[in-house]
């Protein structure tokens, strides 16, 4: 049975899939086949069901609960860290009056910028292209996801404010949920659980041989060194990508609830998580 894996071309991805992509993780039965791609192209992607299972951003999970169930491992949290909104130095030092320059309508990184700042005036453009539009002078200020979070300072750049930390003060300590592994529910009962454990093997393989998982993420960092990419890795790749636990689940549920409250979302969601 042939089943599509879709990810971003990163290096916590690639972390997280190595056991798989590597046939460290054996998947009899299961011709597996990995498709790279950015984050907002997965969420549209998924809103047609196209791959059996894929990452999305959590506001696209939103518009997604009849075809999927979220997989209880895989997530991407920061936990007092995420995306920031950035500006060069001698740029704004608030959102007041700013456009900024973000990675797409359904990405958790405008979800969360909008529960910070409702005002907010944006401009979407690929996520691999704002940091450059920023220290250019193209765009005021950029919202970074990814790699970017490490590298902005060194590239003469200024954060204005980091929503992970934002979200952690607001929340109680709760960490942000940016993305997640959903898995189409007509798969079947049985084939989902099987897929499940492949995956969960998968990260549990990267976590307990992490010098050669960073050493194949490597060439997903985008410029990083070895340093760089296990630190990225790090931010994650980790216990709450193992398994949500209640503290996960509980973050979840408040960034939706949050969203849906402040007219974000259409309706209240059910979140499902697969077994």
Known sequence: MKIHIA????????FMFYGLASGRVAS????IAHVLSDIETLNRAACDGKYEITAVSFPAYAHLTDRYLLLPHGASMGDRYGPIVVSRQDGPTTLAGVRVAVPGELTTALLALRLFDPSVEYVVMPFDQIQDKVRAGEIAAGLLIHEGQLTYAEE???KIVDLGEWWADRTGGLPLPLGGNVIRRDLGPQTIVTLSR???????YGLDHRAEAVDYAMQFGRG????????FVGMYVNNLTLDY?????TAVHRLLGDAQAAG????PVTVEFAA
């Open 7 to 14: 990810h971003s071309p990163d290096s916590d991805d690639a």
């Open 28 to 31: 009899p039965g299961f011709e």
């Open 156 to 158: 003469g750049l200024q």
């Open 198 to 204: 492949l995956l969960h093997d998968s990260i549990a």
């Open 224 to 231: 990083l060194d070895r340093r760089r990419t296990d630190e």
């Open 245 to 249: 636990g209640e503290r996960g689940r």
């Open 264 to 267: 974000l979302l259409p309706k």
